[in-house]
């Protein structure tokens, strides 16, 4: 299973940015999908998350500006990030979840398999 994001850059503080994330190697609709976070010095944390039914969870600090979407014809999951704020810069990393376990709390333990991840960079 081939996970790789796509999308990242450098945009003011009150921008927006589309992150997407391309899965291959696997059966796509099986997977619960998520987007983590992992800024300097930090730990790395989940942002949101879309199951293999699509329900999504986001952490409550993006909530209202973060959109997680899938689509399965393209095997890919994407994250809108919108109202873009400095405490936002972090490297932003796709992650698979065979059992989808991890999508309902968020809990990085849960996924398999990773991208490399994408920066995203927010200058205020």
């Known amino acids: 299973v081939q996970v790789m994001e796509s999308g990242g850059g450098l945009v003011q503080a009150g921008g927006s940015l589309r992150l997407s994330c391309t899965v291959s190697?696997?059966?796509?609709?099986?997977?619960?999908m998520a987007w983590f976070r992992q800024a300097p010095g930090k730990e790395r944390e989940g942002v949101a998350s879309?199951?293999?039914?699509?329900?999504?969870r986001y952490v409550e600090s993006v909530k209202g500006r973060f959109t997680i979407s899938r689509d399965t014809a393209k095997n890919t999951v994407d994250l809108q990030l919108a109202t873009l704020k400095p405490e936002d810069t972090a490297k932003y990393y796709c992650?698979?979840?065979?059992?989808?376990?991890?999508?309902?709390?968020?809990?990085?333990?849960?996924?398999?398999?990773w991208g490399e991840g994408t920066q995203v960079t927010v200058s205020s």
């Open positions: 992650a698979a979840d065979p059992t989808s376990t991890g999508c309902h709390i968020l809990s990085r333990q849960f996924f398999s398999y």
């Open positions: 190697g696997a059966t796509f609709d099986d997977y619960g």
């Open positions: 879309a199951d293999s039914n699509g329900r999504t």
